[in-house]
Antibody, heavy 120, light 110 residues
């Protein structure tokens, strides 16, 4: 079955760009009609949807983050990526990737999550 | 933007008891666009209910969802030990596309 795995630096300096990759295994990222999303969760807090990319490449972003977010897909590597610019301590969170972002929600699979800390 | 409020913040119950969790929206939400998730420590959330009342694949029938408009409920009929977790509601707004989550309800062992 399809599995997702996040990867990227666990520590990012303030004002820099956070870059994460989600590698899809067990299936092709470009087959079927799927959304691929990023969601984050600060420690001990709730969930925040960051954005999604469709199989076609079209994107939607949370308006609260839109000016700083880019989500892209690399079909040759079976990956999709998140870039979040001008980070601050408020961006410290566990970041999840998920095959989802449909009107009915986020079914499995999700990645296990990766902690990104913003600190100098 | 629609804001979701969940109550109570924490629910302390014993195994075998019934749990009733509330999710209230600041504006009317289409039932088709209301979902519930379970999250255990160190794990990603798991979709339990979508469309306000439909169980996701593999979800036991002790989990049920109901409600419409601005008031939605997740009910766990008889708590099993593995049900002690945090539960989130989530809604989808289509113009522009936006997913928002409630703050969560923690169900812990009494």
């Amino acid at each position: 079955q399809v599995q997702l795995q996040e990867s990227g630096p666990g520590l990012v300096k303030p004002s820099q760009t956070l870059s994460l990759t989600c590698t899809v295994s067990g299936g092709s990222i470009s087959s079927g009609s799927y959304y691929w999303s990023w969601i984050r969760q600060p420690a001990g807090k709730g969930l925040e949807w960051i954005g999604r990319i469709y199989t076609s490449g079209s994107t939607n972003y949370n308006p609260s983050l839109k000016s700083r977010v880019t989500i892209s897909v690399d079909t040759s590597k079976n990956q999709f990526s998140l870039k979040l610019s001008s980070v601050t301590a408020a961006d410290t969170a566990v970041y999840y990737c998920a095959r989802g972002g449909y009107s009915y929600g986020f079914p499995p699979p999700w990645g296990q999550g990766t902690l990104v800390t913003v600190s100098s | 933007e629609i804001v979701l409020t969940q109550s109570p913040g924490t629910l302390s119950l014993s195994p075998g008891e019934r749990a009733t969790l509330s999710c209230r929206a600041s504006q009317s939400v289409s039932s088709s666009y209301l979902a519930w998730y379970q999250q255990k420590p160190g794990q990603a959330p798991r979709l339990l209910i979508y469309g306000a009342s439909s169980r996701a694949t593999g979800i036991p029938d002790r989990f049920s969802g109901s409600g419409s408009g601005t008031d939605f409920t997740l009910t766990i009929s008889r708590l099993e030990p593995e049900d002690f977790a945090v539960y989130y509601c989530q809604q989808y707004g289509s113009s522009p596309p936006l997913f928002t989550f409630g703050p969560g309800t923690k169900v812990d062992i009494k």
